[in-house]
């Protein structure tokens, strides 16, 4: 049974630019979580979907957008990408009843 | 804003020896988790509390939830270099669903 996984793996962008990061859920799990960790620091929750609807919204401006798929894979997206956006971006899907499920990240760098 | 602070930031420890990490908040929560990350890789969760007072034991780990809901501790017996990563505590507002409010984690080192 595969896990959550993420791609791609790491990625450079410049300034600007914008950027789109996947997540599929792991198996039969229909809700996914975004969480962004910089350097150093815990993580922090972006947004949620369930039932391709963003169910709930943490402190981020709406530079960042998600979507979600029929089959509950995920996707961020980032647009007008700052210095700041440099982080390592987590995917987390769960089920009702159940805790969150992370996969390895994928590792964004703006230059 | 819920916040979780985490103490220490930072700890060093030869192997064998025991050690406490401390969460703690001004918000009461659904349930505590607490989760170990290894460099490269997501987190990954060793338990999670939910009863104000609970105690539970994974191995050498002890983990409490305070009376209050609002605090945790860990605890490591004997630490073991394979213990090492960093330790993040996570507060649930409703069981777990929602999106989880993360404290800045302990980066723990246990030199053998």
């Known amino acids: 049974d595969a896990g959550v996984t993420q791609s791609p793996t790491h990625l450079i962008k410049t300034r600007g630019q914008q950027v789109t990061l996947r997540c599929s859920p792991k198996s039969g799990h229909d809700t996914v979580s975004w969480y962004q960790q910089a350097l150093g620091q815990g993580p922090q929750f972006i947004f949620q979907y369930y039932e391709e609807e963003e169910r709930q919204r943490g402190n981020f401006p709406d530079r960042f957008s998600g979507h979600q798929f029929p089959n509950y894979s995920s996707e961020l997206n980032v647009n007008a990408l700052l210095l700041g956006d440099s982080a390592l971006y987590l995917c987390?899907?769960?089920?009702?009843?159940?805790?969150?499920?992370f996969g390895p990240g994928t590792r964004l760098t703006v230059t | 804003t819920q916040l979780l602070e985490q103490s220490p930031q930072f700890l060093s420890i030869q192997e064998g020896e025991n050690l406490t990490v401390y969460c703690n908040s001004s918000?009461?929560?659904?349930?505590l988790q607490w989760y170990r990350q290894e460099p490269g890789e997501g987190p990954v969760l060793l338990v999670t509390v939910v009863t104000g007072g609970e105690v539970k034991k994974l191995k050498r780990l002890t983990f409490q939830f305070g009376d209050a809901r609002k605090d945790s501790s860990l605890h490591i017996t004997a630490a073991q270099p394979g213990d090492t990563g960093l330790y993040l505590c996570?507060?649930?507002?409703?069981?777990?669903?929602?999106?989880?409010?993360f404290g800045k984690g302990t980066h723990l080192i246990i030199q053998p």
């Open positions: 996570a507060g649930a507002s409703r069981g777990g669903a929602d999106g989880l409010t």
């Open positions: 918000s009461v929560f659904s349930s």
């Open positions: 987390a899907s769960s089920y009702p009843g159940t805790h969150q499920y």
